[in-house]
């Protein structure tokens, strides 16, 4: 079977990836681009400013950008990929939505809201089921999955190992976050080189509402929020791509290191096309990770972690994953898959 996957913004950053990552998928065949007014009418070579290192895909070179409505996408869409700015997708997912597509977005819009699947398949797999309540709720024929914030899913593998092993009280991350987060047009030159910034805009608070969403119970009806208090700091730093964060954990039960690491490494993966065989890689050198080393482990798709360290009342370590391919457009293929092993598509 072949999924006809239709791609929303398909000429930024996170765009480009979900074409990188399309365009050899078994199971998906890319054949509708959206992007903005500017681009509508182009073919996708003329509207992209290509910026990854390998050419074009000569599958989409040619193809044609479609304004991004339901009314200019084709109606065998199976799936539609969104990585549209969250200002346009609060506008225009549900209008996909309702005109029956079944949307994976990487947009931060609508993650929070209690009918919207906020999922990482190995994490939460089971909360896609949301999608039942969803359509009830919204008579949609469509659907809309969201996968959570690039820095969120950094973090929040290994701590469902540790909240699996022992229990979790309380999350506190400081991220060190490479400048493609913010686009290609995100950061200046002149703002991040010789600099750090010790702020971004709305990430903190993504940070400590989505993880406890992921790690929350779905009873069949809604999910029930994870209890755990979470803290973050967000950090831009003159990295490409790659976000490293350090994360200091209180457990509900006694951890040692050697167990934590075994809860670590022994996290069960999915048996999906885009799932790591492994995904959570534990490091005992204690310079590792570091974002230009070990950012690409498993195509980009694996969470590498290190400095596992007991502390008063529980655990600290560091978490590294690349940022566009695993907390963007990997997640949101990977989402895809699920969707598919599910039935939903």
């Given at each position: 079977m072949t999924v006809q996957a239709g791609i929303l913004g398909a000429t930024g950053a996170v765009g480009q990836r979900l074409i990188q990552l399309?365009?050899?998928?078994?199971?998906?065949?890319?054949?509708?681009?959206?992007?903005?007014?500017?681009?509508?009418?182009?073919?996708?070579?003329e509207a992209a400013k290509w910026r990854i290192n390998i050419p074009i895909p000569e599958s989409v070179a040619e193809m044609t950008v479609r304004e991004t409505s339901p009314d200019d996408v084709p109606d065998d869409l199976d799936i539609i990929f969104s990585s549209l700015p969250s200002s346009?997708?609060?506008r225009?997912?549900?209008?996909?939505?309702?005109?029956?597509?079944?949307?994976?977005?990487?947009?931060?819009?609508?993650?929070?809201?209690d009918d919207v699947p906020l999922t990482i398949p190995e994490v939460n797999g089971d909360h896609i089921d949301l999608l039942e309540v969803q359509r009830d709720e919204r008579g949609w024929d469509g659907a809309l999955v969201k996968n959570p914030n690039c820095s969120t899913i950094t973090m929040v593998p290994p701590l469902a190992a540790l909240d699996d092993a022992f229990g979790l009280d309380r999350i506190t991350v400081s991220?060190?976050?490479a400048v493609s987060g913010a686009g290609y047009s995100g950061v200046t030159s002149m703002e991040i080189i010789d600099n750090a910034i010790p702020h971004i805009g709305g990430e903190e608070k993504k940070m400590e509402?989505?993880?406890?969403?992921?790690?929350?119970?779905?009873?069949?009806?809604?999910?029930?929020?994870?209890?755990?208090?979470?803290?973050?700091?967000?950090?831009?730093?003159?990295?490409l791509d790659g976000h490293l964060e350090n994360v200091w954990t209180d457990t509900a039960e006694d951890a040692t290191v050697d167990a934590a690491i075994e809860a670590l490494e022994s996290y069960p993966t999915m048996d999906l096309h885009s799932s790591p065989d492994q995904l959570v890689h534990v490091y005992e050198e204690p310079d590792r990770p570091q974002p230009r080393l070990d950012r690409d482990k498993e195509n980009g798709m694996a969470i590498a972690?290190?400095?596992?360290?007991?502390?008063?009342?529980?655990?600290?370590?560091?978490?590294?994953?690349?940022?566009?391919?695993?907390?963007?457009?990997?997640?949101?293929?990977?989402?895809?898959?699920?969707?598919?092993?599910?039935?939903?598509?």
């Amino acid at each position: 079977m072949t999924v006809q996957a239709g791609i929303l913004g398909a000429t930024g950053a996170v765009g480009q990836r979900l074409i990188q990552l399309l365009e050899p998928h078994p199971e998906f065949e890319i054949t509708a681009l959206t992007a903005s007014g500017d681009s509508a009418g182009k073919t996708y070579r003329e509207a992209a400013k290509w910026r990854i290192n390998i050419p074009i895909p000569e599958s989409v070179a040619e193809m044609t950008v479609r304004e991004t409505s339901p009314d200019d996408v084709p109606d065998d869409l199976d799936i539609i990929f969104s990585s549209l700015p969250s200002s346009v997708g609060e506008r225009v997912e549900p209008g996909f939505c309702e005109a029956g597509y079944v949307v994976s977005s990487n947009s931060s819009n609508a993650r929070a809201d209690d009918d919207v699947p906020l999922t990482i398949p190995e994490v939460n797999g089971d909360h896609i089921d949301l999608l039942e309540v969803q359509r009830d709720e919204r008579g949609w024929d469509g659907a809309l999955v969201k996968n959570p914030n690039c820095s969120t899913i950094t973090m929040v593998p290994p701590l469902a190992a540790l909240d699996d092993a022992f229990g979790l009280d309380r999350i506190t991350v400081s991220t060190l976050q490479a400048v493609s987060g913010a686009g290609y047009s995100g950061v200046t030159s002149m703002e991040i080189i010789d600099n750090a910034i010790p702020h971004i805009g709305g990430e903190e608070k993504k940070m400590e509402t989505e993880s406890r969403k992921l790690l929350g119970e779905f009873d069949g009806a809604e999910v029930q929020w994870h209890d755990a208090r979470v803290d973050a700091s967000c950090n831009r730093i003159p990295t490409l791509d790659g976000h490293l964060e350090n994360v200091w954990t209180d457990t509900a039960e006694d951890a040692t290191v050697d167990a934590a690491i075994e809860a670590l490494e022994s996290y069960p993966t999915m048996d999906l096309h885009s799932s790591p065989d492994q995904l959570v890689h534990v490091y005992e050198e204690p310079d590792r990770p570091q974002p230009r080393l070990d950012r690409d482990k498993e195509n980009g798709m694996a969470i590498a972690t290190g400095g596992v360290q007991s502390t008063d009342g529980g655990l600290q370590f560091n978490c590294l994953a690349h940022n566009t391919m695993r907390g963007a457009a990997g997640a949101s293929i990977l989402n895809g898959e699920l969707l598919l092993e599910k039935g939903y598509i």
